[in-house]
């Protein structure tokens, strides 16, 4: 949720801390903060807000140390404010630690480090870290050796219950920079005579593409030249690099006035990437990295797709593209319901975590839970070496490259892609679909990019459509099959980057008591892309244009004419993957309103990209 960044080496840490920060600025914007090592002694500098108010703390320029920590909050444990916001640090000022996740026994630690005379200048649960370091460090009666120092942060978060990344400086060993993590995200670079930290690849990734992913419960001591790792028990250990070919260019803007409106026109490419070599026409779809026999997948009596938010909205319409291809009932279930409902799982279960970042704590959780009831897991998603990817027992990757901004688009379209082409691999396994029909779906599969571009040419239009409805309080998205998944997905959009209040509908549920709440002038989208749901799906529409609503129409259908107010015309395809097309139009025009009424359209208030808190 938070964002961390870390530096050791030969440049000034102040400079490669703020640029981090900035490229993390999407993980949550409450406050930013950076201590470095100068002189001897922690120097601390914290502003509520953005980077860009920390970059204006007079004498921040003046900061020339070469190792130093920094973070950017998305507040869970005390309000966003300047003595909140990380880096904090002990009370003898000599640990500075910066820490992502949440200390969930913190009360408990707090009240043991107060009965032993430690004082708080915060709200958070993080700072009874630094506090609990000094006092295992104070205590260890040893030589003021390293593994002093790399103890008392063992023993330091053996106490600690809940999830943390953490970044730990002090001037008592000025050339180290010690981290650890559990259940949250923590990546090390290696760069020439220089090293670097942070929470994701792409903060970095301007400085380096070498890179170790920390696992659960390891440590690393990190200096300059060299990098050391250390498990639970604090025997070293060798680690194996991985080289990230992302380009770094791709997670800048590229021109475009904002990353969401650059990811939504990156989707050709996106799906594109994702398609790869994973099938051709006439050949059976294949995965490099999951083999799946047919043994196994006859036994499978259920599949369950878990995720959240736009993540699990691309589940639901994988659950139709699996269930008409491989006849398995598919259920979908928000992460963080499914958790805690004892789902009905076994060793015939089949287990999909669908997870753009890889992070997400609520989905986490669900793929243990899982695992630990004996079923087989397996994740989607997009970025390497992520915590889902380390512990499913399979991983397929959608290429979509990094998603920058808060609201997902091309994720969602890759994942949506993904999932398909996985239930043609499993029906082309089974036998369970006819194969002319399987080649079908990926032929209309491998038309889906150059008919994304001709979605794309709707942009001006959809531009207009929103200049004319940005002012309003709500809005009404229906449609049925996977249309209703689509209605969804751009409700959800809307929501969040335009803070408009919306409803999605399944178009046909209206009349049970919804449509209540049509009335004069209010503004309905319909999606209509099934032809045999066409005059269905008409009539719902019909419903609510005769109680006075406005209404956009989405459609790849040739409609009767009607008195609909706009329509928006998209190319067709197999109704099981028109979402990847019915969805864009919804994206940009949510993308469009958001600009109208002047929002920050990538950091969207109160969100965060990766939501690694539960
Ligand atoms: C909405 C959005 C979120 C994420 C959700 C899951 O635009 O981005 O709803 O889809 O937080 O995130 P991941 O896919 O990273 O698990």
Redesign the pocket.
Known sequence: MCGIVGYIGTQKAKEVLINGLLSLEYRGYDSAGIAVLENNKIEVMKEKGRVSNLENIPGINNLSGTVGIAHKRWATHGRPSKENAHPHMDNSKNFAVVHNGIIENYSELREFLTNNGYHFLSQTDTEVVPNLIHYYFNNDKSDNTLNKFLRAVKNAVSDLKGSYALEIITPLYPETLVVVRKDSPLVIGKGHNENFVASDIPAILRYTKDFYLLDDNEFAVIYKDKINFYDVNLNIHNKEIKNIEWDASSSEKDGYEDYMLKEIFEQPTAIRETIGSRFRLGEKCSFDDIDISADYLKNVHKIYIV?????MHAGLVGKNVIEKLCRIPVEVDIASEYRYRNPIIDENTLCIF???????AD?LAALRLSKSHGARTLAISNVIGSSITREADYTIYTHAGPEIA???TK?YTSQVCLIAILGMYFAEILGSYPQEKIEKLKADILDLPSKIEAVLENNEKIKEFADKVYTEKDMFFLGRGTDYNVALEGS??LK?ISYIHSEAYAAGELKHGPIALIENGVTVIGIITNKDLVEKSISNIQEVITRGAKTLIITNQVLPNNNFNHVINIPETSELVSPILSVIPLQLLSYYISKNKGLDVDKPRNLA???TVE
Do not use: W
């Not at 995720?307 to 993540?311: N, P």
């Not at 669908?354 to 997400?360: A, I, L, M, R």
């Open positions: 995720a959240c938010g736009t993540a669908v997870s753009q970042s890889g992070e997400t989905t808060v609201a997902s994720a959800l959009k969040e990209k990766s939501v």
